[in-house]
């Protein structure tokens, strides 16, 4: 059983930066790839960014130049450096990790840009 806990979330003003942090605990083998979605009220979940156990990453049109995705597979902690926010990213942002034959989300931390 894996266990992901998400931390980071709040209300920023727009323009501002947060950083969210995930960190996987429990019977963890090896980590290929871990993601972050978001879902905003009224819309469906979409994929952030993606980053892989190799360093490949993959950023939405919409975060391109502002969020990073980073992993410390050491720690099997997962970030996502968000600057220049907008009140556009205001959403949910949850913590992927496919592992083994199942897919692990986290319980979600709100992100709120408002001035």
């Known amino acids: 059983q894996v266990q992901l806990v998400e931390s980071g979330g709040g209300l920023v003003q727009p323009g501002g930066s947060l950083r969210l942090s995930c960190a996987a605990s429990?019977?963890?083998?090896?980590?290929?790839?871990m993601a972050w979605y978001r879902q905003a009220p009224e819309k469906e979940r979409e994929l952030v960014a993606r980053?892989?156990?190799?360093?490949?990453?993959y950023y939405t049109d919409s975060v391109k130049g502002r969020f990073t995705i980073s992993i410390d597979n050491a720690k099997n902690t997962l970030y996502l450096q968000m600057n220049s926010l907008k009140p556009e990213d205001t959403a949910i942002y949850y913590c992927?990790?496919?592992?083994?034959?199942?897919?692990?989300w986290g319980q979600g931390t709100q992100v709120t840009v408002s001035s």
């Open positions: 980053v892989t156990g190799g360093g490949s990453v």
């Open positions: 429990g019977s963890i083998f090896r980590i290929s790839i």
């Open positions: 992927y990790l496919p592992h083994g034959a199942t897919d692990y």
